[in-house]
């Protein structure tokens, strides 16, 4: 039980790091720096989802 807490307290910082991106992408006026930013927020949030898919395991 100790390990899907670890995992989720991750997953919840790394939930903020993706929102922070997406929020650093909406003040950025070059397209290809906020699109840039945009797919790390989105690879971020793929990696969240394996990490909730390892908690139900």
Do not use: F, Y
Request: glycine share 4%; with cysteine.
């Amino acid at each position: 039980m100790a390990d899907k807490q670890a995992i989720k307290q991750c997953a919840d910082t790394c939930t903020q790091a993706a929102n922070q991106l997406r929020s650093a992408a909406n003040g950025v006026s070059d397209p290809a720096v906020r699109d840039m930013l945009t797919q790390g927020a989105h690879h971020i949030e793929l990696c969240i989802r394996q990490c909730d898919m390892a908690t139900k395991i």
